[in-house]
């Protein structure tokens, strides 16, 4: 997945599809899967806080947009987050442009998210 070629190969459906990343997909998935079922089990984390496991199964206009937004990144650049972080130890440049990209998205979610919180009234 550091390789932006094969992630654009992985979207190309209607060329020449390569589907090798469905393998790194699917074994993330079941990692995933398994990860969780263990977590579910435990009271507390491996480091002793409370175990935050999302509870919420709302389908909602942030989760959409967010999606669509995670989506086009991707297929764009090439770059999901963790690859494109690993990409920046060979020195890629794409990949530096793409983290700093992310990076000043982030912080403007953040400070949108900060603007909210203190122009909602406050309740006694």
Not at 71 to 96: D, E, H, Q, R, Y
Request: hydrophobic share 50%; glycine share 14%; with cysteine.
């Amino acid at each position: 997945m550091t390789d932006p070629s094969k992630v654009i190969g992985f979207l190309d459906l209607a060329g020449a599809w390569d589907p090798s990343l469905a393998f790194v997909m699917g074994g993330a998935i079941l990692v995933g899967l398994g990860a969780f079922a263990l977590a579910k089990r435990r009271a507390l984390s491996f480091l002793g806080g409370a175990m935050h496991l999302p509870t919420s199964r709302d389908i909602d206009t942030r989760l959409i947009a967010g999606s669509l937004m995670f989506g086009a990144g991707w297929g764009l650049a090439g770059f999901c987050p963790g690859p494109a972080i690993v990409s920046l130890g060979s020195g890629n440049t794409k990949a530096a442009v793409f983290v700093l990209a992310m990076l000043a998205g982030m912080a403007v979610f953040e400070q949108a998210e900060l603007a909210k919180v203190r122009t909602r009234p406050r309740e006694y």
